[in-house]
């Protein structure tokens, strides 16, 4: 067939599919533009945040810090003579009075020795008295009966000594308080000045601390301290600030604070321990969370959402109790301030707050339902 007549033929096909790319075509074009434009007019979104209000409450001062609890007294018993242990008289955990026996350790040559200087000194006063009745007569110089007054009361001295040592036999508590630690079985020799118990007196609880030179005019004795121990999960101890170094460690710039405890019975000695004292309180201060705070290394500011968008606005702090912050400048009552969402906020930054969000959703499901009501009365 010859070329010109299958061009002929097929002419209207190609007429037909002209067509319609011409229709399709501008619809494909025109589609674009508007998107942009609906686009245009939505302008930014708006970022989800969560707020706070600022409130005004009570809000206290205070200095934390840790220590380790320690017995107000603590004694170490040793013995003060050798000898065989022949009787102890206490275990541990067992609690003990000051002048209360311990251990009895073998006291014979102790005995022996005190009844040899007491023979030695009843011997001595009836030769001074003699002596003294012959001075009277003029038969004995006054030189040998200085000699035999010294002889005497050096004779006293020893005779007074070995008494003592005798005593040393029989060990007692220097302190009440609770038996720590036993040293000693009985049948062991004991040495001079070996430790064999260590008595704690765990009825008055100190603790410790180095604080900063910067608190030295905050912190004076008899003021509130709160203890936590991590032994004791849940519970806290009242205690009050027994004595304050005034002096500062010129080495570590800290000076001493003790606090003083009652120890009834859970508090023990060797706790660690977590303390708060209180210096000062606010009954009404203006306070916001404290995660509400930028962290962005300057000067303290917060982002407070006005008419749907986020303003930054420096503030003054003072106080800082727990998890609360006092505002003492650019801030009022009622503020709502973006405690989550505010890393990415900038100013002006549109946002949405989560919480009204969900009381409106709540809202206008209230509102159906009351439509709905009143449409079937």
């Known amino acids: 067939m010859h070329k010109n007549s299958i061009l002929h033929r097929f002419r209207p096909l190609l007429a037909v599919a002209a067509l319609s790319m011409a229709i399709v075509l501008p619809g494909c074009g025109g589609g674009a533009p508007a998107q942009a434009k609906d686009d245009a007019a939505k302008g930014p979104e708006a970022i989800p945040v969560e707020v706070a209000v600022v409130e005004r409450r009570a809000i206290a001062a205070s200095y934390a810090n840790t220590a380790t609890l320690e017995a107000r007294a603590e ?8 000898g065989v242990a022949l ?16 251990v009895r350790l073998d006291a014979d040559r102790a005995r022996l020795q005190a009844a040899q200087s007491a023979a030695q000194l009843r011997k001595l006063e009836a030769n001074y008295e003699r002596a003294r009745q012959l001075a009277a007569q003029q038969m004995v110089s006054a030189n040998d009966l200085d000699q035999l007054r010294f002889d005497l009361e050096n004779a006293r001295a020893a005779n007074r000594l070995a008494n003592l040592e005798l005593s040393y036999t029989t060990v007692v508590a220097p302190i009440s308080g609770v038996i720590a ?21 765990a009825s008055h609880l100190e603790a410790t601390l180095n604080v900063p030179e910067r608190e030295l005019a905050k912190l004076k004795p008899g003021q509130a301290v709160e203890l936590t121990a991590d032994a004791l999960p849940g519970k806290r101890f009242a205690g009050v600030v027994d004595r304050v170094s005034p002096v500062v460690d010129t080495g570590s710039g800290t000076f001493r604070v003790v606090a003083r405890f009652a120890g009834d019975g859970e508090l023990q000695p060797g706790m660690f ?14 306070v916001v969370p404290r995660e509400a705070l930028l ?7 917060l982002y407070v959402v006005r008419e749907g968008t986020a303003s930054r606005v420096p503030v003054q702090l003072g106080y800082s109790d727990g998890g609360w912050v006092e505002v003492r400048s650019g801030l009022e009552a ?3 301030v973006v405690v989550a969402g505010k890393a990415a906020l900038r100013e002006g930054s549109l946002v949405q707050v989560i919480g009204d969000e969900a009381a409106a959703a709540v809202a206008a499901k209230a509102d159906t339902a009351t439509d709905a009501k009143q449409a079937g009365n």
Do not use: C, H, M
Request: charged fraction near 30%; charge should be negative; glycine fraction near 8%.
């Open 87 to 102: 009787e102890v008289l206490v275990e541990e955990g067992q609690y003990v009075r000051a002048g209360q026996p311990l």
């Open 181 to 201: 630690s036993r040293d000693i079985k009985a049948g062991n020799f004991v040495q001079i000045n070996s430790p064999i118990f260590r008595i704690v007196d």
């Open 295 to 301: 962290e962005d290394g300057g000067e303290p500011a």
């Open 75 to 82: 004694s170490q018993v040793v013995a003060k003579t050798s």
């Open 334 to 336: 009622g503020d709502k």
């Open 273 to 286: 321990s977590r303390l708060s004292i209180n210096y000062d309180q606010r009954a009404d201060a203006l």
